[in-house]
């Protein structure tokens, strides 16, 4: 089973991709949280720093646009960089980019997306696309899936959920049989993957998956893909040890070119909404956590957090 990193705006930059793959692995391929190309046809520096340091061969660069200069601009921009992979987000529930028909605010305008791929696809840069099965409702799916079906695409990631159930509600696994069943192009499942049994029970719903993506579920418990594909997993205090080692190289890049408690805290503390399910006691963690007002308080609660020992 091939098993990717979801990408999560906030939470799986690169700083955080590098200390997983360092630490703790089993991952096989990694995503950029998506880039947005600016009005000013510019990218923000820190969009240019997910993907320019070095090209990894196993990142895929994703971005967000409904258009064909946007989808022209990133393409030009990632073979440029060397980058042999990239993604479109057609999945992003964010109101404000739905209005604009962008992310999952694109699925119900099947034309637009024929319109950018036709003109815009490029045999040196391979395409994937991330997509919700429809906005509004599912029968946007056969739609959506009969245009991509004409052009080549190496890859449909499919989240199970409506764009307009943001992240609330059941993933709807008949969607996704339909998904399996309409496209010609490999499918991945990605979506409330949160234990070895819900790989289980996916993968007896879904025999033929070849292919997973895991979010939520990789930093609740980031030996998860590792469980997934029966890798030995190390023991309770090695893994204490490798997640204080992930935290320690995270904090330290934070600090290396962010500067203020403000600024830092504003990177590290939302990661231990996730994060701190690797803990026993989790929610007394993350409630230490969130109260951390400055940094001397923030490393008394990741203290705090390394006495309760890594779960199980
Ligand atoms: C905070 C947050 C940020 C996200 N950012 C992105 C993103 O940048 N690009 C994307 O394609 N999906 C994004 N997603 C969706 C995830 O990649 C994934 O599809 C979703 O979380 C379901 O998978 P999971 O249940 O394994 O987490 C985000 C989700 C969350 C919760």
């Not at 509004?136 to 009969?146: I, Y």
Request: net charge neutral.
């Amino acid at each position: 089973m091939k098993i990717a990193l979801a990408p999560l705006q906030g939470f799986t930059d690169l700083v955080f991709r590098r200390a997983f793959a360092k630490y703790i692995g089993g991952i096989d391929q990694f995503y950029t949280p998506f880039l947005v190309l600016q009005s000013g046809d510019e990218l923000r520096t820190s969009h240019r720093r997910e993907v320019e340091p070095n090209v990894e061969e196993n990142l895929v660069p994703q971005f967000i646009g409904n258009s064909l200069k946007e989808f022209i601009f990133f393409r030009d921009y990632l073979i440029d960089l060397g980058y042999k992979k990239m993604n479109w987000n057609l999945g992003c529930p964010f109101p404000m980019l739905v209005k604009k028909k962008k992310g999952s605010g694109l699925l119900p305008y099947p034309d637009l997306i024929e319109e950018v791929l036709a003109e815009g696809l490029d045999d040196r840069i391979e395409l994937s696309v991330k997509m919700r099965v429809g906005y509004d409702s599912s029968d946007e799916l056969g739609a959506v899936l009969s245009v991509l079906n004409k052009f080549k695409i190496a890859e449909i990631i499919v989240h199970p959920r409506l764009g307009k159930q943001l992240y609330k509600g059941e993933v709807d696994l008949k969607a996704f049989q339909q998904a399996m069943t309409l496209s010609k192009h490999p499918i991945t499942y990605n979506g409330d993957i949160n234990s070895l049994e819900d790989f289980q029970r996916c993968l007896e719903q879904f025999p033929d998956l070849e292919s997973i993506m895991i979010g939520r579920g990789l930093l609740r418990d980031v030996f998860l893909a590792k469980k997934i594909k029966g890798e030995d997993i190390p023991s309770s205090q090695e893994r204490q040890d490798l997640l204080e080692k992930i935290h320690g190289e995270i904090y330290d890049s934070y600090d290396s070119y962010l500067s203020g408690d403000t600024q830092i805290l504003s990177k590290l503390k939302p990661i231990w909404e996730y994060f701190a399910s690797n803990f026993n006691n989790e929610r007394k963690v993350y409630k230490a956590i969130k109260k951390a007002g400055s940094i001397k308080k923030y490393n008394a609660a990741v203290a705090f957090a390394f006495q309760q020992g890594a779960k199980d």
